[in-house]
């Protein structure tokens, strides 16, 4: 089956400036997440949906992120505007297969990697 | 008390050892444990996972290795190879939290 895909996969952008990140999970995936890693850092969970409404943004800079899960499938975080310290690699995963373990396994993308000059 | 804390920060091994990178938690009301493999430009990938009933789980050369009384739990790759280069994160659920992560490099 198809991974999750991401784009863009690099974008450099001016301190201050927007940039957006889309999202699209594995086909039949009801949960997608946002991660936020800063190099040498584990990955930080921002924003959990099921389907299309939000389960968890506790860890969202809600002044300057924002996302949105339209029709329960494809995804965009926005930032707007950016900062340095927003510098990272932002990963978004998708989970819908039940596993033993009762916790759906998360199945990563490769990333946007965003350098704010 | 949301955190784990992983060591080593980097580990080199060399091929045919043994490579050990231990986690511990705090917050009891942690009841699962995965650990990701992460390769320079992908994502994290899961690995193995257990959970706190067990105290070791084998997969393979993978091994988890749980303490629940010391609330430590630690993955142990038998016979490394190079291949197994890479970045290893322990985390922790239901809202996971993922330690900060062990770039592992095992010489040829």
């Known amino acids: 089956e198809a991974g999750v895909a991401q784009s863009p996969r690099y974008k450099i952008i001016e301190k201050r400036q927007s940039v957006a990140f889309w999202c699209n999970p594995i086909s039949g995936h009801a949960t997608l997440y946002w991660y936020q890693q800063i190099l040498g850092q584990g990955p930080k969970l921002l924003i959990q949906f099921q389907n299309n409404g939000v389960v968890d943004d506790s860890q969202l800079p809600k002044d300057r992120f924002s996302a949105e899960r339209l029709k329960g499938v494809d995804s965009t975080l926005k930032i707007q505007p950016a900062k340095l310290e927003d510098s990272a690699v932002y990963l978004c995963?998708?989970?819908?297969?039940?596993?033993?373990?009762?916790?759906?396994?998360?199945?990563f993308g490769p990333g946007t990697r965003l350098t704010v000059l | 008390q949301q955190q784990v804390k992983q060591s080593p920060q980097s580990l080199i091994v060399q091929k045919g050892g043994i490579s050990i990178i231990n986690c511990a938690y705090e917050n009891t009301a942690f009841d699962y444990f995965p650990w990701y493999q992460q390769f320079p430009g992908k994502g994290p990938a899961l690995l193995i996972a257990i959970r706190p009933d067990v105290s070791e789980k084998k997969e393979g050369r993978f091994t988890i290795s749980f303490n629940k009384s010391a609330k430590q739990f630690s993955l142990h790759i038998m016979d490394s190879q190079p291949g197994d280069s890479a970045t290893y994160f322990c985390?922790?659920?239901?809202?996971?939290?993922f330690g900060k992560g062990t770039r592992l490099h095992i010489l040829p």
């Open positions: 985390a922790a659920r239901p809202k996971i939290i």
């Open positions: 995963a998708s989970s819908g297969r039940t596993s033993v373990s009762s916790y759906n396994e998360q199945f």
